[in-house]
């Protein structure tokens, strides 16, 4: 069974796009860029990453059924851990303060627990056969 992505996800999605193209085509974006640091591009673009992944595991979650509470835990965590990435271009350093060390452990740990969780239920399912035809 197909589950429709709903209608909010779909504004959200559409609002983030539009935001980018905004962004990118008034210059403004570039000029913040080129305004950085090495290191602060760096964590610019690393949570940047870090959050589309986060937007992957949301929009899987409401595609697949059969994660669907361990995708959306790992959303917030991949969320929370690009969001640190900002943090850390403001501060300079991932360990200062100590609530970014902390957040930042607390990401990595969620992101081992949900993937231990994952091989567990992945190993419990039986494996399906492909049936061929004779």
């Keep these: ?15 983030v796009i539009g935001f980018i193209i905004i962004a990118i085509f008034s210059g403004s974006l570039l000029g913040f ?3 950085l640091e090495a290191d602060q591009a760096f964590n610019f673009f690393e949570g940047l990453l870090w ?11 409401f595609k697949n059924p059969e994660y669907r509470s361990l995708q959306i835990g790992a959303s917030v965590s991949f969320l929370l851990f690009g969001v640190s990435d900002f943090i850390e ?9 100590w609530t970014l060390l902390a957040l930042k452990t607390a990401c990595v740990l969620s992101f081992l627990i949900h993937l231990r969780i994952y091989m567990i239920q992945k190993s ?11």
């Design 33 to 35: 860029i080129a305004g």
């Design 124 to 134: 419990k399912k039986p494996n399906r056969v492909p049936v061929t035809g004779q």
């Design 1 to 15: 069974m197909k589950i429709p992505t709903p209608f909010p996800v779909v504004l959200l999605e559409l609002g």
């Design 51 to 61: 959050i589309a992944i986060g937007f992957v595991f949301a929009w899987r979650a």
């Design 89 to 97: 271009m403001r501060t300079g350093a991932w360990y200062t303060p």
